[in-house]
């Protein structure tokens, strides 16, 4: 962990760095040096301007951009910018140090972390886009509004988090074209209109843009991202689940899609997500049999399929993967299911509660069945299932071999609106 900065996205890589920023950050940027006095006149790189004396030009620099900011916050209920004065920034709370990339000896305001403060200010702008050497910037639950600040020109900056904050208006196109984004979370906010098939193009590992006002249909090239967690639930996004999703085959591990419009056959393509644990797409209108694929899903813990309208049989060789723990399928219109699921039910990691299965507890009337099958019944292109390896076959005739340390689901955590 010595090697890692602000500046090395290794830090994101390795373990999701939100869920550890306030940790890391207070070792990062302890410098040894903390407690003794921060700058004496006597130190030849000290940088004197408006009689105040600073570590370094860079801060210097960005002292009244600072400043400037500090003066348009109206609410700031902790009183988190009490000690926003004098030209020690480094140790302004929610401000941190490290030395840039370009000069290893330079010191720069390189993240900025205000989770949690309540602060609110009419807009970013000005402030955020006005630090050169920003490489992080965390907001959850504050008041901040207005257009998202441009971070575009910032040369180091890889993540945004402004979730469940008061913005609004479309999709903040200044957040595209950021080379080196990774980290994208605007949850909770009041966004609407179209989500924009570019940003799909970056190379995000975590995209959250769920709890918002999103319509429209997912673009064709979804697939292009090399993206981890992906939480886009509780919009209204339309239309089905593109296909190049499977372009994600070695890269998606959790993906939230529930309470949205989406519709259409499930793709087939979904069983090439090799490394996906969670996939959950409850409340949609999704409709057609369970692709035989999803039996590849080797690593799937949380399948949910629940309140959609999905019909047929439950395939035997989905419910024997051997790391299922969750598989929701209730309220749609199944009407099969054979010994291996029935287990599952036995363990109540399935339920099939008001579905078309005769002989089951907690099914639709048989009009309501009957009505389903009459007006949706389509055929889905789905082909048969192509698992090389027979993986979750060899399950099924009782092999259990794999014994794994498994990691809780952390994008869940997304659906509440404080950081976690
Ligand atoms: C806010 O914090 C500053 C510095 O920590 C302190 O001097 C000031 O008295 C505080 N103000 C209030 C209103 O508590
Ligand atoms: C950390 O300490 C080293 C050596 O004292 C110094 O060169 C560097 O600028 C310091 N970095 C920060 C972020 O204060
Ligand atoms: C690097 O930063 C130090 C400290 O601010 C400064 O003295 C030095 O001139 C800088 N070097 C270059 C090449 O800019
Ligand atoms: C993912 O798909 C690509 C293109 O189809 C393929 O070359 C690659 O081997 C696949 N990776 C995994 C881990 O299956
Ligand atoms: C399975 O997932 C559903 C939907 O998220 C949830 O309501 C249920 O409590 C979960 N069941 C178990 C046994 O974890």
């Known amino acids: 962990m010595e090697n890692l900065t602000f500046f090395n996205k290794a830090f994101t890589y390795t373990s999701i760095s939100f869920l550890f920023l306030p940790f890391l950050v207070s070792v990062l940027c302890r410098n040894g040096t903390d407690t003794s006095p921060i700058v004496s006149s006597a130190r030849p790189s000290g940088v004197s ?38 030209s020690d920034i480094c140790s302004y709370k929610g401000f941190y140090c490290d030395n840039p990339p370009d000069n290893e000896s330079a010191i720069a305001v390189a993240g900025i972390d205000f989770n949690g403060f309540s602060l609110a200010a009419p807009t970013l702008e000005g402030f955020v886009d006005n630090l050169p050497d920003l490489a992080i910037f965390h907001a959850n639950s504050n008041k901040f509004a207005g257009a998202v600040p441009d971070v575009s020109k910032l040369r180091y900056f890889y993540e ?18 950021v080379k080196d984004m990774s980290f994208l979370d605007i949850r909770f906010n009041s966004f609407a209109g179209e989500v924009p098939p570019e940003i799909f193009n970056q190379a ?3 995209l959250f843009i769920n709890n918002n006002g999103f319509t429209a249909k997912l673009p064709a090239n979804f697939g292009s991202t090399p993206v981890r967690y992906l939480t886009l639930a509780n919009n209204q996004l339309t239309g089905p689940i593109p296909p190049s999703i499977r372009n994600l085959n070695s890269t998606l591990v959790e993906v939230l899609l529930l309470n ?26 999704l409709t057609g049999p369970l692709p035989s694929s999803l039996s590849c899903l080797e690593k799937i813990e949380v399948l949910n399929f629940a309140d959609n309208l999905l019909y047929w049989e439950v395939p035997e060789e989905l419910c024997a993967l051997t790391n299922l723990v969750n ?11 054979g010994p ?12 099939v509660g008001q579905n078309c299965i005769p002989g089951l507890p907690d099914q639709k009337s048989l009009q309501e069945c009957a009505e389903f099958y009459v007006k949706y019944i389509r055929l889905c292109p789905n082909p048969p299932s192509y698992c090389g ?29 404080h950081k976690f």
């Open 49 to 86: 301007t408006q009689g105040l004396i600073f570590k370094d030009r860079r801060l210097a620099v960005v002292y009244p951009v600072i400043q400037a900011f500090k003066r348009t916050i109206f609410e700031d209920p902790f009183n988190r910018t009490g000690n926003w004065v004098g």
């Open 160 to 177: 945004l988090d402004i979730s469940n904050n008061r913005f609004s208006g479309t999709f903040p196109t200044t957040v595209m074209g």
């Open 204 to 206: 995000l590992e975590l």
């Open 260 to 285: 949205n419009k989406l519709s259409g056959c499930l793709p087939y393509e979904l069983g090439f997500l090799k490394e996906i644990i969670v996939f959950d797409v409850q409340s949609n209108l």
């Open 327 to 337: 598989l929701s399928l209730s309220d749609n219109f199944f009407t099969k299911i």
């Open 340 to 351: 291996v699921c029935r287990k599952l039910i036995k363990n109540g990691a399935l339920d």
């Open 389 to 417: 390896d027979n993986a979750a076959r060899n399950h099924l005739e009782g092999s259990k071999t794999k014994t794994k340390t498994k990691k809780a689901p952390v994008t869940y955590k997304t659906l509440s609106k």
